[in-house]
């Protein structure tokens, strides 16, 4: 009986988040025609990291979708941690923290890498317990024809899905 509950609550879960996963991963016509228009060449749908594990190791899950009408062959996605009070913070192992994530294609026009239960993820990116936050700032994109463009820190405003959070600014009430 344990069995079957347990089996029940697991299934509804992973019902749960697929519905979640096409609501993140959902992008309008009007959201990639705009990106199109500001030559931003992807669209981020989800930004976040796991809670570091047993030894540490954080994960970053971090998805997209081709806002362009090529084919990409590569997504190089440029990332930083930070702690609770809003400073870059170092792998315990290796001493890196600003990182470089790789995604490799073919991504179709208006196809990305994936959603909330079948998106690519990046194990053990870093080693330290005090990351909370991940931000994106800045991609590099290779197309298929050997062309290439980049997002910088200052286009990735417009590279954000609606609700997408990608800062780990603390704000604070000065009194």
């Known amino acids: ?11 509804l ?5 697929s519905f979640a996963c096409t609501h993140v991963a ?12 500001d030559g931003i060449p992807v669209i ?10 047993s030894a540490g190791g954080v994960n970053a899950y971090i998805y997209f979708v081709n806002a362009t009408q090529k084919i990409i ?11 609770s009070v809003g400073d870059p913070v170092r792998s315990s192992i290796g001493n ?7 995604s490799t294609g073919p991504f179709e026009p208006g196809r990305g890498n994936g959603g909330l239960t079948s998106g690519k993820h990046w194990t053990n990116v870093w080693y330290n317990y005090t ?8 991609a590099d994109i290779e197309f298929m024809d050997g062309t290439e463009t980049s997002i910088n820190r200052m286009e990735m405003g417009k590279a954000l899905q609606r609700g997408v959070r990608n800062s780990c ?3 604070t009430n000065a009194s």
């Open 1 to 11: 009986m344990k069995k079957a509950v347990s089996f029940l609550l697991v299934s």
């Open 13 to 17: 879960l992973v019902i749960a988040a």
């Open 26 to 37: 959902r992008l309008d016509r009007g959201t990639i025609e705009q990106a199109r228009q």
């Open 44 to 53: 981020f749908t989800w930004i976040n990291q796991g809670p570091p594990n």
């Open 73 to 83: 062959k590569y997504v190089r996605i440029h990332v930083i941690p930070y702690n």
């Open 96 to 102: 890196k923290s600003r990182t470089t994530l790789k």
């Open 131 to 138: 990351i909370v936050c991940i931000e994106v700032v800045g």
């Open 169 to 171: 600014s603390i704000e």
